[in-house]
């Protein structure tokens, strides 16, 4: 059945009327009634290049401060052998990323308020009390990745940290939207700078090639640190905050279901430039160290811009710095908005880069708040840095599986999404990809508390163990099961589709949760607890 949501519906809907209007992007505009076809090259790329920016910003966003710890610590330590890591990642980010946009595009409502509203206030905390801790780390992070790039190029930490945490309020509060996505986009476009450091060190194709396609772990390193790792990868390229980040700017620069096509290749565009910058930093890393005495001792991302320098010149150690500058910047704003957008969700106060800060003093607040506190104990001494931001990213890979969840449930939701709930590809792909996500966390933590044990055969055995776990819970979840009402495939676009929007909160049934459903997520919940605290564990013993 198609329902047309008139405009007085709509503001129901949303929590902020700044929400509602025409689309102002960096690169071109479209007015809120205009809504005619495309059918001329030339009027596709100038919606194209309106609509671009969720896509790119969250994307290349995610290859921040954290990432080129992790990356370039996976290349200094193990070479180019986890680059396969990075392409089964590629289709789990588009996938996840695809349906928070699709939600964002139909619904007109936040992540955070959505599970609130559809889950209730004891999942809508959890949710919520996650994202806020791991994001407030997370921006840490990225003022540690500014500070270790700072060091490098002999420039004063005091004076850089705190430009560069005034340069990043200052750029989300004009009041303006336009604004806000030029400064990001610009920072999107500085992230090509990796490209000229892998060319300078000349990285061997072919084993790059291999190692691309071919998974293997990498011989001579400890089982239980490479696990870490590799949780470590996951957590930094698929992120939660990314979650509530896109879904929230989707809504914030106003784009509806009209534009999905657009978005979706926004996002591809994105998911490329994250590609290429993780493959760079694994690839220059392991060239630059190969043979070296730094092969195999990371200390932190400081340590490798003098790799780089001794093996190709300073002028790639000082680019490596820039670069690194560049995405803790774009990291911090975009985590720190992902917050603000949250928050303002959860409390019903107004949430938009359209206002300025005197409109919306409680988004602002957040927002800056994370960012002055998080650049106030990184100059604070005795922080220990570089093991931080790597603790920060493997607790996203741990808490990671809880956040799909939720986002599975909302995108099988018919009261919510309505003709665009997931196919069962989807939901098969994603529920496999929780699975996974868990099967890691088990592992890591079979190798935290029994390592001398934990080897290939208890691997496989844990894989096996939890694939039949996980066949079981989506059998009682009823992911898998047949749809007895008919469904429009989004696939067959038309002009029905495209005017489909969710009615107000107010207006939608009770979501009802099975108790098979609370059961296995209540498991879910108290492992990834436990796992998060062994994680921790891990950390503190390699710090002392």
Not at 219 to 232: N, T
Not at 334 to 358: E, K, M, N, P, Q
């Amino acid at each position: 059945m198609t329902v047309h949501i008139h405009n007085d519906e709509i503001r129901d809907a949303v929590l902020d009327e700044a929400h509602i209007g025409h689309i102002t992007g960096a690169f071109g505009t479209i007015l809120q009634h205009d809504t005619g076809p495309r059918r001329k090259w030339r009027h596709r790329l100038q919606t194209l290049f309106a609509i671009l920016g969720p896509g790119l910003i969250v994307m290349v966003g995610d290859n921040d401060a954290g990432a080129f710890g992790t990356y370039t610590q996976a290349g200094q330590n193990y070479g180019t052998s986890l680059l396969w890591t990075l392409v089964l990642l590629v289709p789990v980010l588009y996938v996840n990323q695809e349906m928070v946009l699709r939600l964002g595009a139909v619904t007109g409502v936040g992540h955070a308020r959505l599970i609130f509203a559809r889950f209730g206030k004891f999942w809508g905390s959890f949710s919520v009390i996650d994202l806020f801790l791991l994001n407030a780390l997370t921006i840490v992070t990225e003022f540690i990745g500014i500070s270790l790039a700072l060091d490098y190029l002999g420039v004063s930490k005091v004076i850089g940290v705190t430009l560069s945490a005034l340069l990043v309020m200052a750029a989300a509060s004009t009041g303006n939207f336009r604004r806000f996505e030029r400064f990001s986009m610009t920072l999107v476009f500085g992230s090509l700078v990796l490209v000229p450091i892998f060319l300078m060190l000349h990285p061997p194709f072919g084993q790059i090639a291999h190692d691309l396609m071919v998974p293997q772990l990498p011989h001579g390193g400890k089982l239980s640190d490479v696990m870490l790792l590799i949780i470590g990868i996951v957590g930094t390229t698929i992120a939660p905050w990314q979650l509530f980040f896109q879904q929230s700017y989707v809504i914030d620069k106003r784009i509806t279901p009209r534009f999905m096509r657009y978005e979706r290749a926004d996002l591809w565009l994105g998911i490329v430039l994250v590609v290429i910058g993780a493959v760079a930093m694994i690839a220059f890393s392991a060239a630059a160290f190969n043979g070296r005495a730094g092969f195999g001792n990371f200390t932190d991302a400081r340590g490798v811009a003098v790799g780089l320098e001794a093996a190709a010149g300073h002028t790639a150690g000082i680019l490596f710095a820039v670069g690194l500058i560049d995405a803790s910047l774009i990291g911090a704003a975009a985590v720190s908005l992902a917050t603000a957008y949250a928050i303002g969700d959860v409390f019903s106060v107004r949430h938009s880069l359209h206002r300025g800060v005197a409109a919306a003093k409680g988004f602002y607040a957040v927002y800056c708040g994370l960012i002055v506190v998080s650049a106030a104990l990184v100059l604070t001494p005795g922080v220990p840095l570089g093991l931080l931001t790597n603790a920060v990213q493997t607790l996203a890979g741990v808490l990671l599986p809880s956040a799909t969840v939720f986002l599975l449930l909302l995108c099988n939701d018919r009261d919510v999404l309505g003709p665009w709930v997931n196919t069962r590809a989807a939901n098969l792909f994603t529920g496999g990809v929780i699975a996974v996500l868990v099967i890691l966390s088990v592992i890591l933590t079979s190798s935290v508390l029994f390592p001398a044990q934990t080897d290939t055969k208890a691997i496989l055995a844990i894989m096996i163990g939890g694939g039949v776990l996980a066949l079981f819970a989506a059998l009682a979840s009823g992911i898998l099961k047949s749809r007895r009402e008919a469904v429009r495939r989004v696939d067959a676009w038309d002009r029905e589709l495209e005017m489909w929007r969710m009615p107000p909160l107010s207006h939608l049934r009770p979501m009802k949760l099975s108790k098979s459903s609370k059961v296995w997520m209540l498991v879910l919940r108290a492992y990834l607890i436990l796992a998060g605290g062994l994680v921790l564990t891990k950390i503190v013993t390699l710090a002392f």
